[in-house]
């Protein structure tokens, strides 16, 4: 299947607006054209699938469909931000990403997809500044979970979520992630297993509730999360 195919597949399975094909497309040839794009998948005939589709696989977590402001924390190249902001043109997505090189590649992608709904902010997420203020937040293989909880927290309002994008399941991953979540006020909601395209193994969405408010000690300053997980 070619990939503009492949994108009208996945609008239809998704149910997403009549534009999206194209503006992924448009992504996908600005993803290909970047010289260092932050990311070892960059052609379109494999990122359609590894960043598209995974990103896209969330859809299925009705948090995140009916999200309208979302905050991606480590973007990296871009994703899962601005594939949710091309799914879901009335949401605000804040794509957070401290290292400007890759902050700057996903300015040159929010142009090129013709994106007005999403921006990069080139600050750690211990810096935000934005307390209580999303409805989501996402994380695609960028920490372990204690570390993404701990970021997530204080950036959600009460009854926001946070969505973590995870390979293979682990028991001793989960249960610090659970410990670390009720330090920061959320709670652990499902583990959703996915496999948005064919090939796909060991994919998982572990999707947390912010039911309590965090406490104001968090997040730590930048690199103690990191450092000292909370589990």
Do not use: C
């Not at 994703?79 to 949401?91: E, M, T």
């Not at 659970?178 to 959320?186: I, K, Q």
């Amino acid at each position: 299947m070619s990939v503009a195919k492949r994108l009208v597949s996945l609008a239809r399975e998704y149910d997403l607006p009549s534009d999206a094909p194209e503006r992924f497309e448009r992504l996908l040839t600005g993803l290909a054209a970047e010289p260092d794009p932050h990311t070892t998948i960059s052609a379109p005939v494999a990122a359609v699938d590894q960043h598209i589709a995974d990103s896209l696989s969330a859809l299925v977590l009705p948090p995140v469909r009916s999200a309208t402001r979302i905050v991606d924390i480590g973007s990296g190249a871009g994703f899962p931000g601005l594939v949710l902001a091309i799914a879901l043109p009335n949401a605000s997505v804040d794509l957070v990403e401290s290292a400007r090189r890759k902050a700057s590649v996903i300015e040159r992608l929010i142009a090129a997809a013709g994106l007005r709904n999403a921006r990069p902010l080139p600050v750690r997420v211990e810096e935000l500044g934005e307390r209580a203020a999303y409805d989501l937040a996402t994380a695609r293989a960028v920490a372990s979970l204690p570390v993404l909880v701990e970021y997530a927290a204080p950036l959600l309002r009460l009854g926001g979520h946070f969505v973590a994008w995870k390979g293979a399941r682990e028991a001793s991953g989960e249960a610090a992630g659970r410990e670390a979540a009720e330090m920061v006020g959320l709670r652990p909601v499902e583990v959703r297993q996915t496999r948005p395209f064919a090939g796909a193994m060991d994919l998982n969405l572990h999707l947390y509730l912010k039911e309590r408010e965090t406490p104001t000690r968090f997040p730590r300053r930048p690199g103690a999360a990191a450092k000292r997980p909370l589990a």
